[in-house]
Protein backbone atom coordinates (compact mmCIF):
# COMPACT_ATOMS: atom_id res chain seq x y z
CA UNK A 1 0.00 0.00 0.00
CA UNK A 2 2.88 2.21 1.05
CA UNK A 3 4.30 1.33 -3.06
CA UNK A 4 0.78 2.84 -4.37
CA UNK A 5 0.50 5.67 -1.92
CA UNK A 6 4.49 7.24 -3.07
CA UNK A 7 3.15 7.32 -6.81
CA UNK A 8 -0.14 8.99 -6.25
CA UNK A 9 1.69 11.75 -4.09
CA UNK A 10 4.42 12.19 -7.62
CA UNK A 11 1.65 12.27 -9.72
CA UNK A 12 -0.44 14.88 -7.85
CA UNK A 13 2.38 17.76 -8.28
CA UNK A 14 2.37 17.28 -11.74
CA UNK A 15 -1.55 17.23 -12.19
CA UNK A 16 -1.41 13.53 -13.65
CA UNK A 17 -0.93 10.09 -13.55
CA UNK A 18 2.83 10.12 -12.20
CA UNK A 19 3.02 6.45 -13.32
CA UNK A 20 2.44 7.21 -16.69
CA UNK A 21 5.39 10.26 -16.31
CA UNK A 22 7.54 8.93 -13.63
CA UNK A 23 8.02 5.50 -14.72
CA UNK A 24 7.25 4.74 -18.67
CA UNK A 25 9.71 5.47 -20.54
CA UNK A 26 8.05 4.70 -24.03
CA UNK A 27 6.53 7.90 -24.47
CA UNK A 28 9.90 9.91 -25.19
CA UNK A 29 10.02 10.43 -28.86
CA UNK A 30 12.99 8.63 -30.67
CA UNK A 31 13.80 8.33 -34.21
CA UNK A 32 12.78 5.58 -35.78
CA UNK A 33 14.82 2.96 -37.58
CA UNK A 34 14.02 0.64 -39.97
CA UNK A 35 15.75 -2.44 -40.47
CA UNK A 36 16.45 -4.56 -43.01
CA UNK A 37 15.45 -7.70 -43.41
CA UNK A 38 18.64 -10.23 -44.00
CA UNK A 39 18.54 -12.78 -46.25
CA UNK A 40 17.53 -16.11 -45.07
CA UNK A 41 20.03 -17.43 -47.75
CA UNK A 42 23.04 -16.48 -48.25
CA UNK A 43 23.90 -15.40 -52.25
CA UNK A 44 26.84 -17.29 -53.43
CA UNK A 45 28.66 -15.78 -56.56
CA UNK A 46 30.95 -18.38 -58.03
CA UNK A 47 33.70 -16.87 -60.82
CA UNK A 48 32.82 -17.44 -64.55
CA UNK A 49 36.10 -19.15 -65.93
CA UNK A 50 37.82 -16.92 -68.45
CA UNK A 51 38.79 -18.74 -71.42
CA UNK A 52 42.33 -19.45 -71.71
CA UNK A 53 44.12 -18.38 -75.11
CA UNK A 54 45.94 -20.76 -76.11
CA UNK A 55 48.61 -20.55 -78.86
CA UNK A 56 49.91 -23.25 -81.36
CA UNK A 57 53.25 -23.17 -82.93
CA UNK A 58 52.79 -23.04 -86.54
CA UNK A 59 55.97 -23.80 -88.97
CA UNK A 60 58.03 -20.43 -90.24
CA UNK A 61 56.86 -21.39 -93.88
CA UNK A 62 53.10 -20.63 -93.02
CA UNK A 63 54.12 -17.79 -91.37
CA UNK A 64 53.13 -14.51 -94.05
CA UNK A 65 52.95 -10.89 -94.00
CA UNK A 66 49.90 -9.37 -94.30
CA UNK A 67 48.92 -8.33 -98.42
CA UNK A 68 49.91 -4.94 -98.67
CA UNK A 69 46.79 -2.95 -100.25
CA UNK A 70 47.17 -0.03 -102.40
CA UNK A 71 46.00 3.01 -101.80
CA UNK A 72 42.37 3.83 -103.54
CA UNK A 73 43.24 5.58 -106.60
CA UNK A 74 41.25 9.18 -107.43
CA UNK A 75 41.01 10.54 -111.05
CA UNK A 76 40.76 13.70 -109.71
CA UNK A 77 43.33 14.19 -106.75
CA UNK A 78 43.56 17.71 -105.09
CA UNK A 79 45.92 20.35 -105.83
CA UNK A 80 47.46 20.83 -102.87
CA UNK A 81 47.69 17.07 -101.66
CA UNK A 82 48.95 15.46 -105.27
CA UNK A 83 51.27 17.64 -106.55
CA UNK A 84 51.44 17.49 -110.73
CA UNK A 85 53.36 15.84 -112.40
CA UNK A 86 54.27 15.37 -116.41
CA UNK A 87 55.17 11.86 -118.18
CA UNK A 88 59.14 11.81 -118.95
CA UNK A 89 58.12 11.04 -122.33
CA UNK A 90 55.24 13.43 -122.46
CA UNK A 91 58.34 16.26 -122.72
CA UNK A 92 59.49 17.56 -126.09
CA UNK A 93 62.89 17.59 -125.91
CA UNK A 94 64.85 20.93 -126.33
CA UNK A 95 65.58 22.45 -130.01
CA UNK A 96 67.45 25.74 -129.79
CA UNK A 97 65.49 28.64 -131.67
CA UNK A 98 65.94 29.93 -134.72
CA UNK A 99 64.70 32.13 -137.63
CA UNK A 100 63.08 31.49 -140.86
CA UNK A 101 66.02 33.24 -142.78
CA UNK A 102 68.53 30.66 -141.28
CA UNK A 103 66.62 27.55 -141.89
CA UNK A 104 66.61 26.30 -145.89
CA UNK A 105 63.33 25.81 -147.29
CA UNK A 106 61.36 27.91 -144.56
CA UNK A 107 59.45 30.85 -144.93
CA UNK A 108 57.54 32.90 -142.80
CA UNK A 109 54.98 35.09 -143.51
CA UNK A 110 56.45 37.62 -146.15
CA UNK A 111 59.51 36.46 -145.35
CA UNK A 112 61.85 34.88 -148.29
CA UNK A 113 61.94 31.35 -149.37
CA UNK A 114 65.94 30.46 -148.12
CA UNK A 115 67.37 28.07 -151.02
CA UNK A 116 70.69 26.73 -152.23
CA UNK A 117 72.22 24.79 -154.54
CA UNK A 118 72.76 20.82 -153.68
CA UNK A 119 74.15 18.42 -156.55
CA UNK A 120 73.87 21.52 -159.42
CA UNK A 121 70.08 22.06 -158.69
CA UNK A 122 67.82 23.90 -156.69
CA UNK A 123 66.76 23.18 -152.86
CA UNK A 124 63.68 22.66 -152.65
CA UNK A 125 63.06 21.85 -155.54
CA UNK A 126 59.62 21.55 -155.72
CA UNK A 127 58.89 25.24 -154.21
CA UNK A 128 61.10 26.61 -156.39
CA UNK A 129 59.26 24.96 -159.30
CA UNK A 130 56.14 26.14 -157.88
CA UNK A 131 57.31 30.06 -157.51
CA UNK A 132 58.38 29.89 -161.18
CA UNK A 133 55.33 28.64 -162.41
CA UNK A 134 52.95 31.08 -160.97
CA UNK A 135 55.29 33.72 -162.27
CA UNK A 136 54.21 32.48 -165.83
CA UNK A 137 50.29 32.70 -164.93
CA UNK A 138 51.63 36.75 -163.73
CA UNK A 139 52.29 37.59 -167.48
CA UNK A 140 52.00 35.66 -171.06
CA UNK A 141 53.65 36.66 -174.08
CA UNK A 142 51.64 37.12 -177.19
CA UNK A 143 51.88 33.90 -179.67
CA UNK A 144 54.96 33.14 -176.64
CA UNK A 145 54.01 29.10 -177.63
CA UNK A 146 57.38 27.94 -176.31
CA UNK A 147 60.08 29.33 -174.09
CA UNK A 148 62.50 30.65 -176.63
CA UNK A 149 59.56 32.55 -178.13
CA UNK A 150 59.59 34.23 -174.48
CA UNK A 151 60.39 38.11 -174.99
CA UNK A 152 63.90 38.79 -172.80
CA UNK A 153 61.56 41.41 -171.54
CA UNK A 154 59.31 38.86 -170.30
CA UNK A 155 62.32 36.42 -168.75
CA UNK A 156 63.66 39.44 -166.90
CA UNK A 157 60.62 40.14 -165.19
CA UNK A 158 59.93 36.33 -164.33
CA UNK A 159 63.39 36.63 -162.77
CA UNK A 160 62.93 39.08 -161.05
CA UNK A 161 59.90 37.55 -159.38
CA UNK A 162 62.25 34.72 -158.28
CA UNK A 163 64.58 36.98 -156.65
CA UNK A 164 61.87 38.93 -154.66
CA UNK A 165 60.33 35.58 -153.23
CA UNK A 166 63.69 33.35 -152.54
CA UNK A 167 67.36 34.68 -150.80
CA UNK A 168 70.11 32.86 -151.08
CA UNK A 169 73.74 32.71 -149.77
CA UNK A 170 76.28 35.14 -151.73
CA UNK A 171 78.55 32.12 -152.63
CA UNK A 172 75.75 30.76 -154.70
CA UNK A 173 75.54 34.14 -156.92
CA UNK A 174 77.05 32.68 -159.82
CA UNK A 175 75.08 29.98 -159.93
CA UNK A 176 71.47 31.30 -159.81
CA UNK A 177 71.00 32.53 -162.75
CA UNK A 178 72.08 29.70 -165.33
CA UNK A 179 69.65 27.11 -162.63
CA UNK A 180 67.01 29.82 -162.59
CA UNK A 181 67.29 29.73 -166.87
CA UNK A 182 67.09 25.89 -166.73
CA UNK A 183 64.59 25.82 -164.70
CA UNK A 184 61.93 27.89 -165.94
CA UNK A 185 62.62 26.47 -169.15
CA UNK A 186 61.48 22.94 -167.82
CA UNK A 187 58.39 24.66 -166.21
CA UNK A 188 57.11 26.61 -169.16
CA UNK A 189 57.49 23.26 -171.44
CA UNK A 190 54.93 21.64 -168.82
CA UNK A 191 53.07 25.08 -168.05
CA UNK A 192 52.11 25.42 -172.03
CA UNK A 193 51.56 21.24 -172.42
CA UNK A 194 49.12 21.65 -169.96
CA UNK A 195 46.95 24.66 -171.67
CA UNK A 196 47.08 22.54 -174.82
CA UNK A 197 45.55 19.43 -173.36
CA UNK A 198 42.42 21.48 -171.26
CA UNK A 199 42.48 23.80 -174.15
CA UNK A 200 40.06 26.03 -171.54
CA UNK A 201 41.13 29.23 -171.48
CA UNK A 202 42.39 30.65 -168.24
CA UNK A 203 41.87 34.18 -167.05
CA UNK A 204 45.28 34.85 -167.48
CA UNK A 205 45.51 35.41 -171.46
CA UNK A 206 43.12 37.59 -173.11
CA UNK A 207 40.40 35.99 -175.37
CA UNK A 208 42.05 37.12 -178.64
CA UNK A 209 45.31 36.08 -177.70
CA UNK A 210 44.15 32.41 -176.60
CA UNK A 211 42.67 32.48 -180.33
CA UNK A 212 46.14 32.43 -181.56
CA UNK A 213 47.30 29.66 -179.16
CA UNK A 214 44.30 27.81 -180.68
CA UNK A 215 45.34 27.98 -184.20
CA UNK A 216 48.98 27.68 -183.52
CA UNK A 217 48.45 24.20 -182.16
CA UNK A 218 46.13 23.02 -185.05
CA UNK A 219 49.21 23.86 -187.63
CA UNK A 220 49.56 20.63 -189.34
CA UNK A 221 53.63 20.30 -188.35
CA UNK A 222 52.91 21.47 -184.60
CA UNK A 223 50.47 18.36 -184.82
CA UNK A 224 53.09 16.35 -185.77
CA UNK A 225 55.09 17.53 -182.97
CA UNK A 226 52.59 16.66 -180.50
CA UNK A 227 51.98 13.12 -181.93
CA UNK A 228 55.78 12.50 -181.93
CA UNK A 229 56.01 13.97 -178.49
CA UNK A 230 53.60 11.63 -176.79
Given amino acids: MAHKGRGRGRGGRDGGNGRGHGRDSSSILRPSVQSVPSPTHPIQISPSPSPSL ?7 SEIRPPPIVPPPHTSDPSPSSTPHSTP ?14 SIIGSSAGSAKLVIEIVDGSFFPSHKCSAIITKSFKKMVDSKAFSWKKVSKSTKKTYFDDFQNQCSWAPRFNGQIKSLWESKAAE ?6 HKLKIVRDRPDFIPEDEWL ?14 IRDSQ
Fill in 54 to 60: TLSPSPL
Fill in 187 to 192: RYLDFV
Fill in 88 to 101: VDAIPPFTEPSTSS
Fill in 212 to 225: EWLQYWEEPEVKKK
